[in-house]
């Protein structure tokens, strides 16, 4: 384990100030998120990784194909999928799904976003494009298929990732202002999360952390272990970006110790491989063996495994 119960206390409370302080002004009382990822329905927000993928894929197992029921848990499972970084199962499932006849135009936006998400992460931006650039179509047209704020943020995203970074984030604020009244934490953090990683792109890195604060913030108070890990995860990234390299070790320590506790494998090996960037810094070397030793690329996306070689070539050979 990387960090005690008594430092980890420490450094949340640390984390958690900073965006406490930021956000005051526009918090309230919150309470279970409405539109909270629909796979837990199925799982409980705690639940090992492992044991939700398979209560998913049982739930489906009990369902009739392609009745609308059987198609809001692969809906589930997709979005599972993404969640967890599993980019090369998404992309094995989304590739099986697009070849059904007659799927709803609900699942079927859902399906490409997912698709060109997976394309994306595998490696294949151009064909992931071509998908990305079809779900938004579909949904100015059929703007009933999306009837939840969640689903307006993920086009959102898709506009940032293959259209126009400026358009994406003036979506985004028209939709924190005509959302900011529901008391819905995972939704803001949603919205907070994407325009940092819009004014990231544009190099506007002291707003983009802003973002990131309120939402680590929202995050913490949605309760959900995974999404608090990975907003420290980008609080992280975005301190990184700003040289802040004690604050960027710390929370990147946090999110790796929260993924552990529910089995988030892949995505741990991700932070590992910027932690390890990090003890170099910040001349650590008495973590660069630990955190070397636990990075593992079968658990990366195929678009990081550049990274990982160059990381392990540069760091992580013996002296």
């Known amino acids: 384990m990387i960090l005690t119960a008594k430092s980890m206390r420490k450094i949340n409370m640390q984390l958690l100030n900073v965006a406490f302080a930021t956000v005051l002004f526009f918090a309230f009382s919150c309470f279970s998120a409405e539109y909270f990822s629909d796979y837990n329905d199925i799982c409980e927000t ?32 997709l979005d599972f999928l993404y969640d967890q970084n599993k980019f ?19 699942f079927l936006i859902q399906l490409y976003y997912y698709r060109a998400k997976a394309l994306s992460a595998v490696g294949r931006r151009t064909e992931g494009k071509a998908y990305g650039l079809k ?23 898709l506009e940032y990732v293959y259209g126009d970074a400026h358009s994406a984030y003036t979506l985004l604020q028209n939709i924190h202002n005509k959302y900011k009244r529901i008391q819905d934490p995972i939704l803001h953090l949603e919205i907070q999360s994407n325009m940092a990683h819009i004014q990231d792109k544009l190099g506007n890195l002291i707003k983009s952390q802003q973002h990131r604060q309120h939402a680590f913030f929202w995050a913490k108070e ?26 960027a070790f710390t929370a990147y320590q946090y999110a790796v110790t929260l993924l552990e506790k529910n089995g ?56």
């Open 46 to 77: 705690q639940t090992a990784i492992k044991v939700c993928e398979k209560q998913i894929l049982a739930a489906k197992s009990q369902e009739k194909p392609l009745t609308m029921r059987w198609y809001k848990v692969a809906g589930y499972y």
């Open 264 to 319: 988030s494998f892949e995505l741990m090996s991700r932070y590992y491989l910027r932690l390890i960037e990090l003890t170099q810094k910040l001349n650590k070397p008495q973590y660069t063996k630990q955190y070397c030793s636990a990075v593992k690329q079968s658990l990366l996306p195929p678009i990081a495994h550049k990274t990982y070689h160059e990381v392990k070539n540069k760091y992580c050979k013996a002296k």
């Open 135 to 157: 779900a938004i179509e579909m949904l100015k047209k059929t703007v009933d298929a999306f009837p939840k704020p969640i689903r307006e943020v993920e086009i959102a995203n």
């Open 222 to 247: 949605s309760g959900n272990t995974h999404y608090l890990a990975i907003a420290a995860g980008n609080l992280a990234y975005t301190y990184n970006l700003n040289q802040q390299y004690d604050q």
């Open 88 to 106: 090369t199962t998404l992309d094995q499932q989304t590739e099986q799904l697009i070849q059904l006849e007659n799927n709803p135009d609900s």
